[in-house]
């Protein structure tokens, strides 16, 4: 009888890569991050070839939308379309979260934003995972509120007691409610109450206010808190 040898070469068949769902949920940023500001661990996929070195994967968001607080439903509308409101990008090779180049990060303008990723590996043929829902939520942070530098008012020559000069104006993007506060005074016979209201209030120095007595401005100084 004749001994023969077989030789029988199993040949690889490229298997897509797969998104580590664990990886997905929990992403946020906080408000005003600088570009490039990473956010939470990378993304993680495995591939049975990529993971022992035959290949590389490749990590793509396919679509983004920036989600206004006062419209929640834009995201579910928009969500297959690709938006310039997306401020985020991932990087390609380690599937890491960061805020994009050129952008900003504002709560009251975006509050989450809705994207869709997946992978892709460099085998014949190439292979991609199915797309994965992902957000990444902003935390809000406290902006300080804003108050004009000069608001001017005007009061007619003896007042009664208590009467109303007029109503500070300020604003606020958290809409938080917001409190003033008189800086130290002297003679000013003024008195600037917490919710923005200047009245007339004598005191021994200016028991009351005379337009012929020569001094007609006062100047108050204020803070405003949230």
């Given at each position: 009888?004749i001994?023969?040898?077989?030789k029988?070469?199993?040949l690889?068949?490229?298997?897509p890569?797969?998104?580590?769902?664990s990886?997905?949920?929990?992403?946020?940023?906080?408000?005003d991050?600088?570009?490039?500001?990473?956010i939470?661990?990378?993304l993680r996929?495995?591939d049975?070839?990529a993971?022992?070195g035959l290949?590389?994967l490749?990590w793509?968001?396919t679509?983004?939308f920036?989600v206004s607080p006062?419209?929640?439903?834009?995201a579910?509308?928009?969500?297959?379309?690709t938006?310039?409101?997306?401020?985020?990008?991932?990087?390609a090779c380690d599937?890491?979260l960061?805020v994009?180049?050129?952008?900003?990060?504002d709560?009251?303008?975006?509050?989450?934003y809705v994207?869709?990723v997946?992978?892709?590996?460099?085998?014949?043929?190439?292979k991609?995972?199915i797309?994965h829902?992902?957000?990444?939520?902003?935390?809000q942070?406290?902006?300080?509120?804003?108050i004009?530098?000069v608001?001017?008012?005007?009061?007619?020559?003896n007042?009664n007691?208590?009467?109303?000069?007029?109503?500070?104006v300020a604003?606020d993007v958290?809409g938080d409610?917001?409190?003033f506060?008189q800086?130290?005074?002297?003679?000013?016979?003024?008195i600037?109450?917490?919710?923005g209201?200047?009245?007339?209030?004598s005191?021994?120095?200016?028991p009351n206010?005379n337009?012929?007595?020569g001094?007609?401005?006062?100047?108050?100084?204020?803070?405003?808190t949230?």
């Open positions: 009888s001994k023969c040898y077989i029988i070469t199993i690889d068949v490229n298997e890569p797969l998104i580590d769902e990886s997905l949920p929990g992403h946020s940023v906080p408000e991050s600088l570009p490039a500001t990473t939470g661990q990378p996929a495995s049975p070839e993971d022992i290949q590389s490749v793509t968001i679509s983004c920036g006062t419209n929640v439903q834009s579910q509308l928009t969500i297959s379309q938006n310039n409101n997306c401020h985020i990008r991932i990087g599937g890491q960061m994009a180049e050129g952008k900003t990060i709560y009251e303008t975006y509050n989450k994207m869709k997946k992978v892709t590996d460099d085998g014949t043929p190439i991609s995972t797309e829902l992902l957000t990444v939520t902003v935390d942070r406290n902006d300080p509120p804003t004009n530098e608001q001017t008012f005007s009061i007619n020559e007042p007691e208590n009467d109303l000069v007029g109503t500070l604003s958290d409610s917001l409190e506060h800086k130290a005074k002297t003679d000013e016979p003024f600037i109450y917490s919710n209201t200047v009245r007339f209030v005191n021994s120095a200016v206010l337009y012929e007595s001094r007609t401005t006062y100047n108050l100084g204020v803070t405003v949230d």
